[in-house]
């Protein structure tokens, strides 16, 4: 087994983002627990390898491989060991349409028949309005999950073959009746991509995505020096086939790409800056905060779907990435946004389980990188004066009450059915708050001021609207 611990940057970022996060003892300590943790994951599961790396910002500041990615030669994984990353396929698609969109040669909402010409499948209802390109890549266009039986058979089809199955088979639901998950959706948006842009698939990529981030070992379909073998589950008897080297032609688009753990991190690192579009940035900001955002649940309401990719909720945190299954290959992604941490598990069994040791990374080295992380909040001392603003305010459209509870100020309805106190006024100084609330329901973000005349309180301001005071 060896370790790579590494602190270079990504980009050319100023020296308050210290390789010092890395070094942090509680940082150190959960990776010493994740550690023991998945040495006995590796042991009680006889897995093949396992890679895992961890980003904060813009850095990759810890990886390391378990295992082997080649068992009989006992070649030791690293964070530049190559994986096949099956369905992480489709966050580049998505990337891909993205961009195109921001050049102004597509919207998210044209139908996909404007450019794809001679490809039409049976809809699940006559009246059906046309699919969009939005409802490929959030898996709300009702298509079927694939395009053929490529799974068993290891025989993936070309887009002839694509063409040939849309046209004998039927959408199984109209488009924006429930999340389904397809494959062959994400096929036709990288076939988008092409006649689109006028480029093949892969050479897009490469020239737009993989090229500006720095991927140099990322590819789509070449079977490239340095990638892992793949194995099967492991048998009754302990024993693991080792899988054949796969070509998803046409299907590239939804499960084609090769990747590492360094190149996933530059990735993970672009979802986690801003700025306009240009060199390494990809994507502008309002492109990515896009992307990020849930568009479409599960019909279980537990998960969903933004553009390209999942969202999850687990313990009461939001996580953005995906997984991916190709035989042989199992791998996850989580990205935290708001701590600005992501982790990347690449594994070469198709029974290692890749999210579940996704999260555990995630819960452990995550949470404490993302605490060693944070910039120093600015807290502005509880000034006892304030204590003037608690009262009763009211106004037509109801009462208010704030209320000091211990060195803070809170708004409550009084004569709501349950007692709430998530409404929090945050001081900005100058007599002037914040309100904070978990639903924005309310005047949420917004400054929170009172009127005083002849040294008392009289009236309070909520962003525009008021209340008097009563008592």
Same mark, same amino acid.
């Given at each position: 087994?060896?370790?790579?611990?590494?602190?270079?940057?990504?980009?050319?970022?100023?020296?308050?983002?210290?390789?010092?996060?890395?070094?942090?003892?509680?940082?150190?300590?959960?990776?010493?627990?994740?550690?023991?943790?998945?040495?006995?994951?590796?042991?009680?599961?006889?897995?093949?390898?396992?890679?895992?790396?961890?980003?904060?910002?813009?850095?990759?500041?810890?990886?390391?491989?378990?295992?082997?990615?080649?068992?009989?030669?006992?070649?030791?994984?690293?964070?530049?060991?190559?994986?096949?990353?099956?369905?992480?396929?489709?966050?580049?698609?998505?990337?891909?349409?993205?961009?195109?969109?921001?050049?102004?040669?597509?919207?998210?909402?044209?139908?996909?028949?404007?450019?794809?010409?001679?490809?039409?499948?049976?809809?699940?209802?006559?009246?059906?309005?046309?699919?969009?390109?939005?409802?490929?890549?959030?898996?709300?266009?009702?298509?079927?999950?694939?395009?053929?039986?490529?799974?068993?058979?290891?025989?993936?089809?070309?887009?002839?073959?694509?063409?040939?199955?849309?046209?004998?088979?039927?959408?199984?639901?109209?488009?924006?009746?429930?999340?389904?998950?397809?494959?062959?959706?994400?096929?036709?948006?990288?076939?988008?991509?092409?006649?689109?842009?006028?480029?093949?698939?892969?050479?897009?990529?490469?020239?737009?995505?993989?090229?500006?981030?720095?991927?140099?070992?990322?590819?789509?379909?070449?079977?490239?020096?340095?990638?892992?073998?793949?194995?099967?589950?492991?048998?009754?008897?302990?024993?693991?086939?080792?899988?054949?080297?796969?070509?998803?032609?046409?299907?590239?688009?939804?499960?084609?790409?090769?990747?590492?753990?360094?190149?996933?991190?530059?990735?993970?690192?672009?979802?986690?800056?801003?700025?306009?579009?240009?060199?390494?940035?990809?994507?502008?900001?309002?492109?990515?905060?896009?992307?990020?955002?849930?568009?479409?649940?599960?019909?279980?309401? *537990?998960? &969903?779907?933004?553009? %390209?990719? /999942?969202?999850?909720? !687990?313990?009461?945190?939001?996580? =953005? @990435?995906?997984?991916?299954?190709?035989?042989?290959?199992?791998?996850?992604?989580?990205?935290?946004?708001?701590?600005?941490?992501?982790?990347?598990?690449? *594994?070469? &069994?198709?029974?290692? %389980?890749? /999210?579940?040791?996704? !999260?555990?990374?995630?819960?452990? =080295? @995550?949470?404490?990188?993302?605490?060693?992380?944070?910039?120093?909040?600015?807290?502005?001392?509880?000034?006892?004066?304030?204590?003037?603003?608690?009262?009763?305010?009211?106004?037509?459209? %109801?009462?208010?009450?704030?209320?000091?509870?211990?060195?803070?100020? =809170?708004?409550?309805?009084?004569?709501?059915?349950?007692?709430?106190?998530?409404?929090?006024?945050?001081?900005?100084?100058?007599?002037?708050?914040?309100?904070?609330?978990?639903?924005?329901?309310?005047?949420?973000?917004?400054?929170?001021?009172?009127?005083?005349?002849?040294?008392?309180?009289?009236?309070?301001?909520?962003?525009?609207?008021?209340?008097?005071?009563?008592?």
């Amino acid at each position: 087994m060896t370790q790579l611990v590494r602190f270079a940057l990504f980009l050319a970022l100023p020296a308050v983002m210290p390789a010092a996060v890395g070094d942090h003892p509680e940082v150190q300590g959960a990776i010493r627990l994740f550690d023991a943790w998945m040495n006995g994951q590796m042991v009680h599961g006889g897995l093949p390898g396992v890679a895992v790396g961890m980003v904060h910002d813009q850095q990759l500041i810890w990886s390391k491989g378990y295992g082997w990615a080649n068992t009989a030669a006992k070649t030791p994984l690293t964070a530049q060991t190559k994986f096949r990353m099956a369905s992480h396929s489709k966050l580049f698609t998505a990337t891909a349409i993205m961009q195109l969109r921001e050049a102004g040669k597509l919207r998210l909402d044209d139908p996909i028949t404007k450019y794809l010409p001679g490809i039409a499948i049976t809809p699940a209802d006559p009246d059906d309005p046309a699919i969009t390109i939005e409802e490929l890549l959030t898996h709300a266009s009702g298509l079927p999950r694939e395009a053929g039986s490529h799974w068993v058979d290891y025989r993936f089809p070309d887009v002839a073959e694509v063409k040939q199955y849309l046209a004998t088979h039927r959408a199984p639901y109209s488009p924006e009746v429930r999340w389904k998950y397809s494959n062959l959706a994400l096929t036709l948006a990288g076939l988008i991509v092409e006649n689109v842009s006028g480029e093949r698939y892969s050479a897009y990529i490469d020239r737009h995505i993989f090229g500006p981030l720095g991927m140099k070992d990322s590819s789509f379909d070449q079977q490239v020096p340095g990638l892992a073998t793949g194995y099967g589950r492991r048998m009754p008897d302990g024993s693991r086939a080792v899988m054949p080297f796969i070509d998803a032609k046409a299907m590239g688009a939804a499960t084609g790409l090769t990747s590492t753990v360094e190149d996933m991190a530059r990735f993970v690192s672009l979802q986690l800056r801003s700025g306009k579009t240009g060199g390494a940035q990809i994507l502008n900001t309002g492109s990515l905060r896009e992307m990020h955002r849930v568009r479409r649940l599960e019909n279980s309401w *537990t998960r &969903g779907n933004a553009i %390209g990719f /999942a969202v999850n909720r !687990i313990n009461n945190k939001v996580y =953005v @990435g995906h997984g991916g299954s190709y035989p042989g290959y199992k791998t996850h992604t989580y990205i935290q946004l708001d701590s600005k941490v992501g982790v990347i598990v690449l *594994t070469n &069994g198709d029974d290692s %389980g890749p /999210a579940e040791i996704a !999260i555990r990374l995630m819960e452990s =080295v @995550g949470d404490a990188v993302g605490k060693a992380g944070a910039a120093p909040k600015k807290t502005i001392p509880w000034n006892v004066s304030w204590s003037r603003y608690a009262g009763h305010y009211t106004s037509a459209s %109801g009462e208010l009450e704030v209320v000091e509870l211990n060195q803070r100020l =809170v708004m409550i309805d009084p004569q709501a059915e349950t007692l709430s106190t998530d409404q929090r006024l945050e001081p900005l100084g100058n007599g002037l708050f914040r309100l904070e609330a978990p639903a924005g329901g309310v005047a949420v973000g917004e400054t929170v001021r009172f009127i005083e005349k002849d040294g008392k309180v009289t009236r309070i301001y909520v962003g525009d609207s008021y209340r008097e005071r009563v008592r």
